[in-house]
């Protein structure tokens, strides 16, 4: 079955600094993955997208992420952060095929930004 | 497009207690999806449904059934409530093609049980 860990529960960055979110996944065959932001209260916001082709995607609110096969990762980052960008983020992957469907998330990723 | 569409955006059950969580989208999405998010759990995946009269079972399913009639709507019901179903549910939607994949989620229900 396939699985998504995100090994940081919580991540304090200053304003201004670099960021990166780590993501590794477990899954059988060419994932698509995802990354999801989420405010206090709020529903999902999609960041970023990975299906094929370049493994260097860009998202919304400058935010990039890196698919890398040899190392089951995809990894997301920004070069500088805003306070705006505290909030939870989540990596998913995709089940496709099969006559399977849905969203495999991990379990998050807190962003708290210091002034 | 009013995209994916919640109700009720809160409630509040006694155990034992049945409901029906409303689900709608006017997208035309083929596929349709029920998460749970619990705090340091993420999303969960409850069922899925893949077309109209078509739906299965994701991680989470136990204490929930849905059906799927129509392609705009995709309820989730809870039989007999209990506190362990305390949770915020999303519904998602995304097209059929494999080359997009993009779920668009509803706004969530928040719900209690106690």
Same mark, same amino acid.
């Given at each position: 079955?396939?699985?998504?860990?995100?090994?940081?529960?919580?991540?304090?960055?200053?304003?201004?600094?670099?960021?990166?979110?780590?993501?590794?996944?477990?899954?059988?065959?060419?994932?698509?993955?995802?990354?999801?932001?989420?405010?206090?209260?709020?529903?999902?916001?999609?960041?970023?997208?990975?299906?094929?082709?370049?493994?260097?995607?860009?998202?919304?609110?400058?935010?990039?992420?890196?698919?890398?096969?040899?190392?089951?990762?995809?990894?997301?980052?920004?070069?500088?952060?805003?306070?705006?960008?505290?909030?939870?983020?989540?990596?998913?992957?995709?089940?496709?095929?099969?006559?399977?469907?849905?969203?495999?998330?991990?379990?998050?990723?807190?962003?708290?930004?210091?002034? | 497009?009013?995209?994916?569409?919640?109700?009720?955006?809160?409630?509040?059950?006694?155990?034992?207690?049945?409901?029906?969580?409303?689900?709608?989208?006017?997208?035309?999405?083929?596929?349709? /999806?029920? *998460?749970?998010?619990?705090?340091?759990? @993420?999303?969960?995946?409850?069922?899925?449904?893949?077309?109209?009269?078509? %739906?299965?079972?994701?991680?989470?399913?136990?204490?929930?059934?849905?059906?799927?009639?129509?392609?705009?709507?995709?309820?989730?019901?809870?039989?007999?409530?209990?506190?362990?179903?305390? /949770?915020? *549910?999303?519904?998602?939607?995304?097209? @059929?093609?494999?080359?997009?994949?993009?779920?668009?989620?509803?706004?969530? %229900?928040?719900?209690?049980?106690?």
């Amino acid at each position: 079955a396939q699985s998504v860990t995100q090994p940081d529960i919580h991540i304090t960055v200053s304003e201004g600094a670099s960021l990166e979110l780590r993501c590794n996944y477990s899954y059988g065959a060419t994932p698509y993955l995802f990354w999801y932001v989420q405010s206090p209260g709020q529903g999902l916001q999609l960041l970023l997208k990975y299906f094929s082709g370049d493994t260097l995607v860009q998202g919304i609110k400058g935010f990039e992420a890196e698919f890398k096969r040899s190392q089951s990762s995809f990894n997301l980052r920004k070069p500088s952060v805003h306070w705006s960008d505290a909030a939870e983020y989540f990596c998913a992957v995709g089940l496709s095929g099969g006559g399977a469907d849905g969203l495999t998330f991990g379990k998050g990723t807190h962003l708290i930004i210091q002034p | 497009n009013a995209g994916v569409t919640q109700t009720p955006k809160f409630q509040v059950l006694k155990t034992g207690q049945s409901m029906t969580l409303q689900c709608a989208q006017d997208m035309n999405h083929e596929y349709m /999806s029920w *998460y749970r998010q619990d705090p340091g759990m @993420g999303l969960r995946l409850i069922h899925y449904s893949v077309g109209a009269g078509i %739906t299965d079972q994701g991680e989470v399913p136990n204490g929930y059934n849905v059906s799927r009639s129509t392609t705009e709507d995709f309820p989730l019901r809870l039989l007999s409530a209990a506190p362990s179903q305390t /949770s915020v *549910y999303f519904c998602a939607s995304r097209s @059929g093609g494999q080359e997009t994949y993009e779920q668009y989620f509803g706004p969530g %229900t928040r719900l209690t049980v106690t």
